[in-house]
């Protein structure tokens, strides 16, 4: 089965500071895209960042980098100078192929940005 | 340009009624897809479709029926709703599964209450 695990229902920060949000997945595909997607209360799903599995450097985005540990099967956001604009619900998923064509999303984290 | 869009935003409607949700993307993808967000937030994925094939059907009731008149169609009906079917559904695309170094874009998302 493959799944993604988010442990962190909820979490907040005070503005400017740096957080990180956990991820875990489970798959036994070898080749396969992970993905950040934000969720504002617009209910809009933003991309935010995405992953190559056979790139074992991690991805950067502005503020927004990923910690990928592939043999762990770990994929963790890391918000750095958080503002009060990141305030929304965050989903880690992957995308596999295998025949069928999906994105796999975990439960999200809604993270809050204190002023 | 919206990318994925979706019609109505909003959808309130009676038990037993029969209803129906649209989703038009001008990206030129070959892949369609609808999820259903519940109150937890959770996304969940109800079909897939690729070049206006069906790839998955992920256990949905037969009541709701996708129709894919062509690659940037995929509308969903629903038939004898029913107060559980009270969700967010998204419409997203994606280009072709093969080419996995592909996020998937959302639409706005249809809430959609029974009453």
């Known amino acids: 089965a493959q799944t993604v695990t988010q442990s962190q229902p909820e979490m907040s920060v005070q503005e400017a500071e740096t957080v990180t949000l956990s991820c875990t997945y489970d798959?036994?595909?070898?080749?396969?895209?992970l993905f950040w997607y934000k969720q504002p209360p617009s209910r809009q799903m933003i991309l935010v960042i995405r992953?190559?599995?056979?790139?074992?450097q991690n991805a950067t985005e502005n503020r927004f980098s990923v910690n990928f540990q592939k043999a762990a099967k770990s994929f963790s956001l890391k918000i750095s100078d958080s503002q009060l604009g990141d305030t929304a619900m965050y989903f880690c998923?992957?995308?596999?192929?295998?025949?069928?064509?999906?994105?796999?999303f975990g439960t999200g984290t809604r993270l809050k940005v204190l002023a | 340009d919206t990318a994925v869009s979706q019609t109505p935003k909003y959808l309130v409607t009676q038990m037993g009624n029969d209803k129906s949700i649209k989703c038009e993307q001008n990206l030129g993808h070959d892949t369609m897809y609808w999820y259903k967000q519940d109150s937890k937030k959770f996304l969940k994925i109800m079909f897939s479709?690729?070049?206006?094939?069906?790839?998955i059907n992920e256990t949905v009731p037969n009541r709701f029926s996708p129709k894919s008149p062509d690659k940037a169609h995929l509308n969903l009906h629903i038939n004898s709703l029913e107060l559980g079917d009270s969700a967010v559904y998204f419409c997203?695309?994606?280009?072709?599964?093969?080419?996995?170094?592909?996020?998937?874009?959302f639409g706005q998302g249809t809430r959609l209450t029974v009453v």
């Open positions: 997203a695309s994606s280009q072709v599964p093969q080419h996995l170094n592909t996020e998937a874009f």
């Open positions: 998923a992957f995308s596999i192929t295998s025949g069928t064509y999906k994105y796999i």
């Open positions: 798959t036994s595909e070898n080749n396969y895209y």
């Open positions: 992953q190559e599995a056979y790139k074992q």
């Open positions: 479709y690729n070049n206006k094939e069906l790839i």
